[in-house]
């Protein structure tokens, strides 16, 4: 049963609680962790201190948040609360992608990497039609040319390229 204050609250009420908790678990792990993070320098005034204006941010991150966690008017979790985590989990997804290509652009090289992740990224955004797909695979190859070849970006190449023939393998570690 729902209660007057509850029933006035004129905010969105969905994600509210669990945005609150872990606003607050994060500030106290945070402010937890100074200690070994920063440090107290000897003859060194009060507010010059390293550590001082991290933990009043952190203290004042963990403070505030409490607060705002104890003026919650409901204390218990709804559906809208388990669907609006599920869209904030959604946007995980595309870090992930990210770090797979991180971790195989030095395996299997820019070029490689860059071609397969943009039509991938490309078809999961949901455009699936021949020429979308196709120009981002344009798209990739300008990439690639762009950053290594006029920026000239040094960006490690692949180890697959040392199954390459020597000046093949010197032109794509350079250029691709």
Do not use: N
Request: hydrophobic share 55%.
């Amino acid at each position: 049963m729902t209660t007057e204050r509850e029933r006035r609250f004129a905010a969105p009420r969905r994600g509210q609680l669990v945005f609150a908790l872990v606003f607050v678990a994060l500030s106290i792990l945070l402010l937890s962790q100074i200690g070994h993070q920063t440090v107290w320098a000897a003859k060194t005034k009060f507010f010059a201190q390293p550590r001082f204006w991290p933990a009043v941010g952190l203290g004042g991150m963990a403070v505030l948040g409490g607060l705002h966690l104890y003026h919650l008017p409901w204390k218990r979790f709804t559906s809208s609360d388990r669907v609006e985590l599920r869209r904030w989990a959604e946007v995980l997804e595309y870090a992930v992608w990210f770090m797979a290509y991180v971790l195989l652009v030095p395996v299997i090289g820019y070029l490689l990497a860059t071609l397969i992740f943009m039509p991938a990224l490309t078809w999961r955004m949901g455009y699936r039609s021949r020429l979308i797909l196709w120009s981002s695979v344009v798209f990739a190859v300008a990439v690639v040319v762009l950053f290594k070849t006029f920026l000239s970006v040094k960006i490690p190449g692949g180890m697959i390229y040392e199954y390459l023939p020597g000046a093949l393998r010197g032109f794509f570690i350079l250029y691709l």
